[in-house]
């Protein structure tokens, strides 16, 4: 007899539905969310499983990689196809969610995911590394402002000028401090002001 297998993925525990050739539970169970514990399952309860779905998600790569490579017919299916059929359900849980995924899987009405493997996630995540580093030595090495200079400061509001000059030490322990805060108070607008 054909089993079909939807697997409701959480990151603690796995919600696991068997139904038969014409959609009927067969069986139904809570295991942790490890590829082991879903093989061990699905092969002691849907032996001659035909298909196995799971939705994408945050873990949904790890799981599809490592229960492939333990030789069971897992497919992916796209989330926002799942929610569609799903939502049709009058209590939504985890449970009714695993029996929504095999009865999905029984009918054959899905859209299958292209799951990339590891090695191309390993490559996507060394990309990334590598652009936040030359980032960071850019604005490392190309500070947008020198101490010594003040690039288009006579553009700036009076009050931005002076927090500048304070920003980069030349007004500290000076007198002229205490004139910037003041002309910073003078330049900006009242609350008072702004509310009416």
Same mark, same amino acid.
């Given at each position: 007899m054909d089993y079909y297998v939807g697997l409701d993925v959480s990151l603690k525990q796995t919600s696991i539905c068997v139904v038969d050739q014409t959609g009927a539970v067969v069986r139904e169970g809570v295991v942790d969310s490890?590829?082991?514990?879903?093989?061990v399952y699905v092969r002691s309860k849907a032996p001659d499983a035909v298909r196995i779905g799971l939705e994408t998600? @945050?873990? /949904?790569?790890?799981?599809?990689?490592?229960?492939? !490579?333990l030789g069971l017919p897992v497919i992916c299916i796209d989330a926002r196809h799942a929610k569609a059929v799903l939502k049709m359900q009058i209590n939504k849980s985890d449970r009714n969610d695993a029996i929504g995924i095999a009865r999905i899987m029984q009918t054959g009405w899905f859209k299958e995911v292209h799951v990339k493997d590891i090695d191309s996630h390993s490559v996507?995540?060394?990309?990334?590394?590598r652009a936040l580093l030359v980032k960071i030595k850019r604005d490392l090495?190309? @500070?947008? /402002?020198?101490?010594?200079?003040?690039?288009?400061? !006579?553009?700036l509001p009076r009050h931005v000028q002076c927090l500048r000059r304070t920003s980069r030490g030349v007004d500290r322990g000076s007198s002229r401090f205490g004139g910037c805060s003041q002309a910073a108070a003078r330049s900006a607008p009242?609350?008072?002001?702004?509310?009416?």
């Amino acid at each position: 007899m054909d089993y079909y297998v939807g697997l409701d993925v959480s990151l603690k525990q796995t919600s696991i539905c068997v139904v038969d050739q014409t959609g009927a539970v067969v069986r139904e169970g809570v295991v942790d969310s490890d590829p082991e514990a879903i093989s061990v399952y699905v092969r002691s309860k849907a032996p001659d499983a035909v298909r196995i779905g799971l939705e994408t998600g @945050p873990t /949904s790569t790890w799981l599809w990689t490592e229960l492939k !490579r333990l030789g069971l017919p897992v497919i992916c299916i796209d989330a926002r196809h799942a929610k569609a059929v799903l939502k049709m359900q009058i209590n939504k849980s985890d449970r009714n969610d695993a029996i929504g995924i095999a009865r999905i899987m029984q009918t054959g009405w899905f859209k299958e995911v292209h799951v990339k493997d590891i090695d191309s996630h390993s490559v996507r995540a060394l990309l990334a590394s590598r652009a936040l580093l030359v980032k960071i030595k850019r604005d490392l090495e190309n @500070p947008c /402002s020198r101490p010594s200079e003040e690039p288009r400061s !006579r553009h700036l509001p009076r009050h931005v000028q002076c927090l500048r000059r304070t920003s980069r030490g030349v007004d500290r322990g000076s007198s002229r401090f205490g004139g910037c805060s003041q002309a910073a108070a003078r330049s900006a607008p009242s609350r008072r002001a702004a509310g009416r």
